[in-house]
């Protein structure tokens, strides 16, 4: 995996963000103000919170592009991922105290600006949001890595 190509998934993954978020803007403040409820968040808040969520897609088209490169089956990779995220992570937020807060799941809602309650850990918090995109980023390099060094192996043998 090439820098580039961890480049243009990312940027993939923002303009992906940017259109989410745009579409989910375009449908929820009108049908919130339609149903007369009111929004308590600050301009600011809210603007974080979009902001999160096109940081978010962008960090999550790194991982997975990384992961892809890694494991070169769709079943497969599709396959691991689910069971990451929804088997190997409760069990090791179970047994590991603290874990949860910098699990891909807390990093998710750290970066994104939901509630410590989203990602099942009220009274840990979360990290700072710049902290969950150093992290995830870092993640997503570490994975990144091992699939280019895999990949370079694949080719020489």
């Given at each position: 995996?090439?820098?580039?190509?961890?480049l243009?998934?990312?940027?993939?993954?923002?303009?992906m963000?940017?259109?989410?978020?745009?579409?989910?803007?375009?449908?929820?403040?009108?049908?919130?103000?339609?149903?007369?409820?009111?929004v308590?968040?600050?301009?600011?808040?809210?603007?974080?919170?979009?902001?999160?969520?096109?940081?978010?897609?962008?960090?999550?088209?790194m991982?997975?592009a990384a992961?892809?490169?890694l494991?070169r089956?769709?079943?497969?990779?599709?396959?691991?991922?689910?069971?990451?995220?929804?088997?190997?992570?409760?069990?090791?937020?179970s047994?590991?105290?603290?874990?949860q807060?910098?699990?891909?799941?807390?990093?998710?809602?750290?970066?994104?600006?939901?509630?410590?309650?989203?990602?099942?850990?009220?009274a840990?918090?979360?990290?700072?949001?710049?902290?969950?995109?150093?992290?995830?980023?870092?993640?997503?390099?570490?994975?990144?890595?091992?699939?280019?060094?895999?990949g370079?192996?694949?080719?020489?043998?």
């Amino acid at each position: 995996m090439t820098v580039a190509q961890i480049l243009a998934n990312t940027a993939a993954g923002a303009l992906m963000g940017v259109a989410s978020v745009a579409a989910t803007a375009a449908v929820s403040f009108p049908l919130l103000a339609a149903r007369d409820v009111p929004v308590t968040l600050s301009a600011a808040r809210v603007a974080g919170i979009l902001v999160g969520g096109v940081c978010f897609a962008a960090l999550s088209a790194m991982l997975g592009a990384a992961f892809g490169a890694l494991i070169r089956s769709q079943v497969v990779a599709v396959s691991a991922a689910l069971f990451v995220l929804f088997v190997i992570e409760p069990v090791v937020t179970s047994l590991v105290d603290g874990y949860q807060r910098y699990s891909l799941t807390g990093l998710r809602v750290a970066i994104s600006g939901g509630a410590a309650e989203s990602a099942g850990t009220a009274a840990g918090g979360l990290p700072p949001a710049w902290l969950a995109v150093l992290l995830w980023t870092g993640y997503a390099l570490a994975l990144a890595t091992v699939a280019a060094v895999v990949g370079r192996r694949r080719d020489i043998l």
